[in-house]
C-alpha cells in the first residue's frame, strides 16, 4: 500500500523542508488539495513548482471546484501524476476529463455518496479517492461505514484501483491493507509529529488497537456459506463463485460447524481416490478453526494468529455459534510478500 502525504497539514514547516524530509523517508507520493473557493490556482501552481526544484516524487492532486475542467491546461502544463475530482462539488453539465496517457485521473466521494456514481466516469477514471471525514479538512476521525464501501467497490469494479483519503492512522491504515486499498493519503498523522516514526507505524503490522472485528468484517451475507449436506460440486463452485478459497460450513440449525478450504478438497480428494461422487461436506470439514468474535478487537486477533504456528489467511467471525462475517488476510500477505 502506497503512502501519500498530506504537505498542506503542516503549517509550521517550509514546503521545500517538508518535502525533503518526507523524500528521505522514502515517502511514495505528495497530496495537495485544491479548493477553488478557498484558495487561488496561482497559489497551488507556485506551490508545485517549490515542491518540483526540489524532488521528483509525484504528485497526487485533489480537486474541489463547481468547474473543474477549467483546470484543464493547468493538469497538462504542470505534468500531474494523479488528479482526483470531488464529485459532490461538481456543478458543470459537460465535465471534461483531459486526454492524457501520462495522468492518472479518479473520482472523490464523501462517505454519504454512493458508489455507483463511479460508473458514469469508470471509462476515464482509473480509481475512486473515498473521501473518510470531511474533504479538504486536515485532522478528522474516520468514518467506519468506509469499510463497507470499499468491499463494494472492489466487487464491482475489480479492475479499478481504490484511494482512501481521511482519519488515516497506524490502525485504519492496517485495516485498509487487510481489504486490498491501494492508497491512502496520511495529513495530520504524518506530517505533525516525527515523520520517520508515523511512517513506519503506518506500514507495521505491529499496532496497538482497539478497533473492534465487528467494524470492517466481511458481513455474513458477503461470505460463502453452504450447508453441511452439500455436495462437492456445490462445495467447489461456491468457492468459485465467491473467490475466497473456502466456504463456511452451517448446520441445519444455521450453527456454525466449521470451515472447507480448497487444501480440504485436495486432501479429501486424494482419500477418497479422486471420486467427487463419494465425497461431501461430511468427509472434508475443519469442525475445529481458529475463529474471532464481533467483539475482539484488532490487538487480540493478531495475538490469536500469532500463536498458531501455520499460516492463517482467513479466521471466521462467531458469536454463540453463529456466523456473523469473517475476515481474508490475502491483500494484508501479499503486501507484505
Do not use: W
Amino acid at each position: 500500500m502506497k503512502i501519500s502525504a498530506s504537505l498542506y497539514s503542516n503549517k509550521t514547516k517550509k514546503l521545500e523542508a517538508l518535502t525533503e524530509e518526507l523524500d528521505s523517508v522514502n515517502i511514495d507520493m505528495f497530496h495537495i488539495d485544491f479548493n477553488d473557493k478557498k484558495v487561488e490556482i496561482e497559489k497551488i501552481e507556485h506551490d508545485i513548482k517549490r515542491i518540483r526544484n526540489v524532488s521528483s516524487t509525484p504528485i497526487d492532486l485533489h480537486i474541489i471546484s463547481e468547474e473543474p475542467s477549467k483546470y484543464n491546461n493547468f493538469i497538462l502544463r504542470n505534468n500531474i501524476d494523479r488528479v482526483a475530482y470531488q464529485f459532490e462539488d461538481i456543478k458543470e453539465n459537460e465535465f471534461d476529463i483531459p486526454n492524457s496517457e501520462n495522468i492518472e485521473f479518479g473520482l472523490a466521494i464523501t462517505s454519504n455518496t454512493n458508489i455507483e456514481v463511479f460508473n458514469k466516469y469508470s471509462d476515464r477514471c482509473s480509481y475512486i479517492l473515498l473521501m473518510t471525514t470531511t474533504p479538504g479538512e486536515s485532522g478528522g476521525k474516520f468514518n467506519t461505514i468506509n469499510f463497507k464501501k470499499i468491499r463494494h467497490f472492489k466487487k464491482l469494479y475489480p479492475n479499478k484501483s481504490i484511494h482512501v483519503d481521511g482519519g488515516i492512522n497506524d490502525e485504519i491504515g492496517f485495516v485498509m491493507r487487510i481489504l486490498g486499498v491501494q492508497s491512502v493519503v496520511s495529513g495530520s498523522f504524518l506530517v505533525k509529529e516525527n515523520i520517520s516514526k508515523s511512517l513506519l507505524k503506518l506500514k507495521s503490522s505491529v499496532i496497538n488497537s482497539q478497533l473492534k472485528v465487528k467494524e470492517f468484517m466481511i458481513s455474513k451475507e458477503e461470505c460463502p456459506i453452504i450447508d453441511i449436506k452439500s455436495s462437492l460440486p456445490n462445495i467447489l463452485k461456491k468457492i468459485n463463485d465467491f473467490d475466497f478459497g473456502y466456504v463456511l460450513v452451517e448446520n441445519s440449525n444455521k450453527e456454525f460447524v466449521g470451515i472447507i478450504s480448497m487444501a480440504d478438497v485436495r486432501r479429501g480428494l486424494i482419500k477418497k481416490e479422486f471420486d467427487i461422487k463419494k465425497i461431501d461436506a461430511h468427509d472434508i470439514i475443519n469442525h475445529r478453526p481458529v475463529t474471532i468474535r464481533t467483539s475482539d478487537n484488532i490487538n487480540y486477533m493478531l495475538k490469536t494468529i500469532q500463536n498458531h504456528d501455520f499460516l492463517i489467511s482467513f479466521i471466521p467471525v462467531v458469536d454463540n455459534k453463529k456466523i456473523k462475517g469473517s475476515i481474508t488476510f490475502f491483500n494484508l500477505i501479499n503486501s507484505e510478500s
